[in-house]
């Protein structure tokens, strides 16, 4: 089985406007540079998130919030060269320990309802391949968990005929990848390399407190996309009421970035084609040249 390199597409899916920019943003560059048809999904629109950025926390933009959201993640995708979908649902917030999660959200909706609009995307699409995140969700939002429950069923559902009929003809996504973005092992690279240098590093604080979470999938593929970090770090930026200039992910030193992490990371969850891992494509298996019977 392989593709013909115009007829690559690659859909995202994530859960709230920014999400797609900070995970895996730069291999979304890097793809749609290469002609490579690349779709964002997007769950929510992000309508209960907080506004991170001091400089725009004031009372029109947070009552203004679902609309400036919309806009940001317009801007987001035209510069990383991307198509992107709203599918529609409710934002959940993040709701404290003991704070139940609102009536109307994602997350509290049945699986096969939530998972209808992006099955209905997958079929009219048509990607070799689709990217979320694990089960973990990340980080352990309602909405992100949830992304991943939905978008494992629609990766199987969309290819049973006997399945949402309504939803569109059938469709078979080759590959489904999960993002292994800010991970323990990033922070710690960064860190060092960072005090190596005499930088000063926040990153230190982070990795004491981090939770005592399971191992991390193995990393099957790693996707070199240095050269596409300054159009992920724009796009990032253009969601300018989550992202705060200089501070959190902008404030660490691209030059040591390139140098010692200059890849982001995934794992292959499942491949209905042959591959040999370690990969450095997500779409290994599928070009020309590599047809395996």
Same mark, same amino acid.
């Given at each position: 089985? *392989?593709?013909?390199?115009s007829a690559l597409r690659l859909l995202t899916v994530h859960a709230h406007p ?7 943003? =730069? /291999? ?8 490579? $048809? ?5 769950? /929510? ?17 947070? =009552? ?17 060269? &991307? ?18 999660? @609102?009536? $109307? ?28 995140? $694990? ?6 939002? @309602?909405?992100? &968990?949830? /992304? ?34 800010? !991970?323990?092992?990033?922070?710690? /690279? ?21 939770? $005592? ?15 596409? *970090? ?18 959190? *992910? ?20 499942? !491949? ?10 997500? *779409? ?10």
């Amino acid at each position: 089985m *392989f593709i013909q390199p115009s007829a690559l597409r690659l859909l995202t899916v994530h859960a709230h406007p920014d999400d797609e920019s900070s995970k895996g943003a =730069a /291999t979304l560059a890097r793809y749609a540079a290469q002609e490579v $048809d690349v779709m964002v999904a997007t769950f /929510t629109g992000g309508e209960r998130g907080s506004v991170l950025n001091p400089a725009l926390d004031r009372p029109g933009v947070r =009552a203004d919030l679902a609309r400036i959201r919309w806009q940001e993640m317009a801007a987001a995708s035209e510069i990383l060269g &991307v198509r992107q979908r709203f599918l529609g649902f409710t934002d959940s917030g993040l709701p404290g320990p003991d704070e139940p999660l @609102p009536e $109307d959200c994602f997350a509290l909706l049945p699986t096969a309802v939530a998972a209808e609009p992006l099955i209905a995307l997958i079929r009219e699409f048509r990607p070799q391949v689709v990217v979320t995140y $694990d089960e973990t969700g990340g980080y352990p939002h @309602p909405d992100h &968990v949830m /992304t991943h429950r939905v978008t494992v069923e629609a990766f199987e559902a969309a290819a049973d005929p006997d399945r949402f009929p309504a939803a569109g003809e059938p469709w078979q996504a080759a590959k489904l990848y999960y993002h292994l973005a800010l !991970s323990r092992a990033w922070f710690r /690279t960064m860190h060092e390399a960072m005090t190596a240098r005499g930088v000063d590093s926040s990153m230190g604080e982070l990795l004491a407190d981090w939770p $005592d979470t399971p191992p991390a999938l193995a990393t099957t593929t790693r996707i070199r996309c240095a050269e596409q *970090f300054a159009v992920r770090d724009a796009a990032l930026l253009a969601h300018a009421t989550q992202i705060q200039p200089g501070a959190g *992910f902008m404030a660490h030193p691209r030059d040591i970035e390139c140098e010692v992490w200059p890849t982001e990371d995934y794992h292959l969850a499942r !491949s209905l084609v042959e591959t040999t891992l370690p990969e450095s494509d997500l *779409f290994a298996g599928l070009r020309p040249g590599e047809e395996h019977g």
